[in-house]
């Protein structure tokens, strides 16, 4: 398959001169050319409109001599940036050099000039013409992909330290090109501190041929705020073999260092749920464990206490202190046994609950916190609550969670103005049961407070952040709802739904 024709538009009013140049145009060994040739401007304009050209040859010495006034004119006409060739074969030196001053887009060439050569000057002329339309085409592109990548530019003259900042490099350190110093001096005070003794090793080591430079850093804006960068380079050195000049980009980083930040810290919760699950399955082994030495011991406690019983003149403080083995020995083995139900897993069982019951069992779970610290919770339970349908396992989840939140608000402290509430009541006129754990800790800051329940998120220093988005999907599931407040003195007040048994669906 063969080239494609050069097109050429001949504007010339002389019909034998055209014939000569057509014919020498198109005998060009420089590739194949098609002459399209006219007389008149108006001819020309016409043609330009509806097609394109590579290249115009205007002849300097049309009718009346107004081939240089029309220049402008075919110029300002033309749909398609291609080079004018002012063609000067008549009207001696000074056409000519009116000519070079309207300023024509290339070479001009004359009658004098051989064949050969005057093909070898348009087709130059065209070649010329065409390298710097694909140079600007390419820059308009590199622009382009710079501003959408708001990707800085720095040019750094390393033998006077001057150096200059496009303007999104100026923009990603938080400054117009004019508050910019513009030298190195100016940029080593936008680095963080922390990180200006890096940065400047990375430099030197840049300079000094060993590396290119490619660094990730902070720098402080003039606000105050901090930000990451970016930033790549290349040195070039003069004839001695000096560094010269550092040319590079920057780009903002700081979203991604975010990201990676915040990866980090899922990373460590995972690894925290990983370890309290751990402990979980080994809680359970350990229940499971301590149930044999247990039963022994009420074994033989029971056994114990039989034979005093059977024997006259035993005394009481004996017998109380037995019984108050076996009652401990029981009570242990209960605690044990709920722990077991507590951590295994099993599918919900949704059966009529005493939710009285259910708050007291988890008090009793918690008493070892409560004791640590020396808190009395005051209960507010309404009498003659109507049976909840729900999962118990499930519910005293919620409210252990709940009341290990409210005991670590409440903190180590056991001033008076500390405390932590506990209320059961009927709610949305009889067809639920609310209940409300209220402690009078530091509470939540407003801006956290729509917060509070989503995953991962956590206001305590080794919290994984997962607690009350668990709690909330619990309550849900059964039917109920879960909600936080800000007290109007102090602390928090979490509260929880739980439909009664009676209630219509």
């Known amino acids: 398959m063969t080239d494609a024709a050069i097109q050429i538009l001949l504007v010339k009013d002389n019909v034998p001169d055209a014939a000569l140049l057509t014919e020498e145009f198109v005998e060009s060994p ?8 006219v007389k008149r401007l108006a001819e020309a304009l016409a043609q330009l409109q509806e097609r394109e050209f590579a290249a115009v040859l205007l002849d300097a010495g049309a009718p009346e001599g107004r081939g240089l006034e029309i220049h402008d004119e075919v110029q300002a006409q033309k749909s398609r940036r291609a080079p004018i060739v002012v063609v000067t074969g ?52 590199l622009a382009l992909a710079v501003d959408a990548a708001r990707m800085g530019i720095f040019d750094w003259n390393v033998q006077t330290g001057e150096i200059t900042w496009s303007h999104h490099h100026a923009a990603l350190f938080g400054m117009t ?37 490619g660094h990730e850093y902070r720098v402080v804006w003039l ?3 901090e930000h990451w960068i970016e930033g790549r380079g290349r040195v070039f050195n003069d004839d001695q073999g000096r560094p010269a000049r550092m040319v590079g980009t920057i780009v903002d980083i700081s979203v991604r260092k975010a990201a990676e930040e915040s990866a980090r810290a899922r990373e460590a919760e995972m690894a925290h749920l990983s370890r309290v699950v751990t402990m979980g399955h080994m809680a359970c082994g350990l229940a499971h464990e301590l149930s044999q030495p247990l039963g022994a011991i009420l074994n033989y406690a029971t056994a114990c206490l039989g034979f005093i019983e ?26 044990i046994s709920h722990m077991r139900s507590f951590v295994r897993k099993q599918p919900p069982n949704r059966v009529p609950l005493d939710m009285n019951g259910l ?28 049976k909840v349908l729900g999962d118990a396992v499930q519910i005293e989840q919620v409210l252990i969670n709940l009341l290990l939140n409210a005991l670590e608000a409440v903190g180590d402290s056991i001033s008076p103005a500390n405390g932590l509430t506990v209320s059961a009541a009927l709610h949305e006129q009889g067809q639920s049961v609310e209940v409300s754990i209220i402690d009078t800790g530091p509470g939540v800051s407003p801006e956290n407070m729509g917060r509070l329940f989503e995953p991962f998120f956590t206001t305590k220093l080794k919290g994984l952040g997962m607690g009350l988005n668990i709690c909330r999907s619990i309550i849900e599931s059964q ?15 979490f509260s929880f739904t739980v439909p009664v048994v009676c209630a219509d669906p």
Not at 183 to 209: N, V
Not at 359 to 384: C, I, K
């Open 90 to 141: 008549i009207g001696g030196e000074a056409l000519r050099v009116r000519a070079v001053q309207m300023g024509p887009d290339d070479d001009l060439f004359n009658g004098v000039l051989t064949e050969r050569m005057r093909a070898q000057s348009a087709r130059h002329a065209i070649e010329r013409k065409r390298a710097s339309d694909a140079f600007l085409a390419s820059e308009q592109q």
């Open 310 to 335: 059977t024997k006259m003149g035993a005394p009481p403080s004996a017998l109380k202190a037995i019984r108050e083995v076996l009652n401990e020995a029981n009570r242990a083995a209960a605690i």
């Open 223 to 225: 606000d105050g705020s």
């Open 359 to 386: 708050v007291r069992g988890s008090l009793r779970m918690v008493e070892f916190e409560l004791q640590h610290r020396q808190v009395r919770p005051r209960l507010q339970l309404a009498d003659n609550l109507p």
């Open 30 to 37: 420089f590739g194949r050319i098609s002459i399209t040739h």
């Open 479 to 493: 039917g109920g709802r879960l909600c936080a407040a800000r007290n109007p003195e102090r602390g928090m007040r």
């Open 177 to 213: 090109t004019e508050q910019f110093g513009g030298t190195y001096d100016a940029f080593r005070q936008c680095m963080h501190p922390d990180d200006r003794a890096g940065i400047i090793d990375k430099i030197e080591r840049s300079l000094a041929g060993c590396e290119e430079f």
